[in-house]
């Protein structure tokens, strides 16, 4: 499915919610949105956009909507990443690289993981 893309803002929001599953808005309100000066009613608006871009979804439990993630959260990072280097990098991951080896609190899981992601991407263009 190819849906539409979301802002910085709706992505935290997602993230939010899919580690707090099941949330009313009311909920969402009082413990994601008035720590960031957000109204209720704009924390709806959000939701009720993600829910429309086929990211949340809702159904009525006791009388109130409760809300829950649609998607599984590393697809959404995937595709967020995927765009953010298409739309600003322009397609090429030298930059993003070169950010990555310059952080220096990248912890030995993250350092393994990459490793791992990149020995998979030279045994599939060796199979290629």
Not at 48 to 65: C, D
Not at 102 to 116: N, P, T
């Amino acid at each position: 499915m190819n849906r539409k893309s979301i802002g910085d803002q709706e992505l935290a929001l997602l993230q939010y919610i899919d580690e707090n599953a099941n949330a009313t808005v009311g909920e969402v309100a009082a413990a994601y949105g008035e720590p960031r000066g957000l109204a209720r009613s704009t924390v709806l608006t959000m939701m009720e956009r993600l829910r429309a871009k086929s990211y949340l979804r809702r159904r009525k439990l006791g009388g109130v909507y409760r809300y829950a993630s649609a998607t599984a959260p590393d697809d959404v990072m995937r595709s967020a990443v995927g765009k953010f280097v298409a739309n600003t990098l322009q397609g090429s991951l030298s930059p993003f690289v070169a950010w990555m080896s310059e952080r220096s609190e990248v912890s030995d899981a993250e350092l393994a993981e990459l490793e791992s992601l990149v020995a998979d991407l030279q045994s599939r263009r060796k199979e290629g």
